[in-house]
Structures are given as C-alpha cells and as structure tokens.
C-alpha cells in the first residue's frame, strides 16, 4: 500500500484540505487516518476513518475543525482542516491499518502544512 498527500501554506482562520491517494493493495485495509508532527513533538493523532467509510474518531484538539472522509469509493482520504490556527503548523502523515493489523502498518512521506498568524 502506498500512500501519497499533499499540503500547503496557509494563514490562520484560514481552510484547507488535504488528500491523501492510497494505491497498491487496498482490499485488506481496514482503517485509514491522519497523524502529524510538528517541530520538537511527537507525532500525534489527528483523525482516523473506517476504510468503507463512517466510524470517525478526532483528537480533541481538532475536533469541530477538521472532518475526515473518504472518496465515494475512490482511493482517497480527505481531511478539510477549517479554522486553522498557527498551532496546527506541522508535517501531516496519511496512514493506513490492515484488517488483523495491531498498529498502523503503511504510512505516506508526510507533507507540510504551514500557518502564519
């Protein structure tokens, strides 16, 4: 499984959306989700969505900002990221959990987000 994303720079209050193309061998997946990582920290949960849709779980920090979905049946994960603020400046990562899996076992490179206040 391959997992592909693509970010930007934006300024606070602003909205964005990422998306994340997953290819390779996708009938065995069962969750995909969103980490990311900023500066100094460690890399740390964003959201998560059942491959098959539905199912979403948000960290308490975006929850209400952010949504996560799928691609109507398209290979894609979104996350639409509203009311940005500089805080969530960071690398996201798109990742994906197989069916049996005990932990996210397919990650993408990981893209840049930017927000200037």
């Known amino acids: 499984v391959q997992l592909q994303a693509s970010g930007g720079l934006v300024q606070a209050g602003d909205s964005l959306r990422l998306s994340c193309a997953v290819s390779?061998?996708?009938?065995?997946?069962?969750?995909t989700g969103w980490f990311r990582q900023a500066p100094g920290k460690e890399r740390e949960f964003v959201a998560t969505?059942?491959?098959?849709?539905?199912?979403?779980v948000y960290s308490d920090s975006v929850k209400g900002r952010f949504t996560i979905s799928s691609g109507n049946g398209k290979n894609l994960v979104y996350l639409q990221m509203n009311y940005l603020k500089s805080e969530d400046t960071a690398v996201y990562y798109c990742?994906?959990?197989?069916?049996?899996?005990?932990?996210?076992?397919?990650w993408g490179r990981g893209t840049q987000v930017t927000v200037s206040s």
């Open positions: 390779g061998r996708t009938d065995n997946i069962y969750f």
């Open positions: 990742a994906s959990r197989s069916s049996g899996a005990t932990d996210w076992n397919y």
């Open positions: 969505i059942l491959w098959s849709g539905g199912n979403t």
